[in-house]
């Protein structure tokens, strides 16, 4: 889903303008080959930058964890100007932090952003219901703070979730969250657009029935 869409956003470029990539994901899905096929889930963002519809440059991953992908996967990331945060820096730097920094990485490189949510970011135990499962990911809260935040902050033109597999879900919970996303993004986005409007800003801190 997401190398056609973006492939298809970042055509648009003459209406957009310079088009960049956020991926929530546990994996990089980076890979030049997986189990014989050079089409898989775990190639989307190699193709992207390989056809040329979105650069290294303007690519961030965040949530990444697990012992893949290999060395000389990691060194094309690395060459090709990609910036990936690993769980392990969230972690040490704190999610706040991170965040920060991607998004002033996203305003300086991009005028449009496609938002790209693998629901396996989340930890599995808040998210069971994916095909590659990774232990020691985001919770729900967390995810869903930072894609409205992006949205409400970013020029989001694109927006996908992917990788929610009701067969391995328990009670719908990954699927509700896969729902809840949309929400959010969608919510953030009409905040932007709102203030945008009327010259206001949103404060997250504010008590919800202040002004009613």
Known sequence: MTWPNVTGVARGADMWGRVGVIHFDAHADTGDIAFGSLVGHGQPMRLLIDS???????????????????????????????????????????????????????????????????IDVVDPGSAPGTGTPEPGGLTSRELLDTVRRMAYQLPIVGVDVVEVSPPYDHADITALLGNRVVLEVLSGMARRRKDARDGTTWNPGQPILDGR
């Open 52 to 118: 040329g519809a979105v650069r290294g440059d303007r690519f961030i991953q965040v949530g990444l964890r697990g012992y893949w992908p290999p060395p000389d996967i990691l060194d094309w990331m690395a060459a090709q100007g990609m910036r990936s945060y690993e769980m392990t820096e969230i972690v040490h730097r704190g999610l706040k932090e991170c965040i920060d920094e991607a998004i002033e990485l996203a305003l300086q490189e991009c005028d449009a952003i496609y938002l790209s949510v693998d």
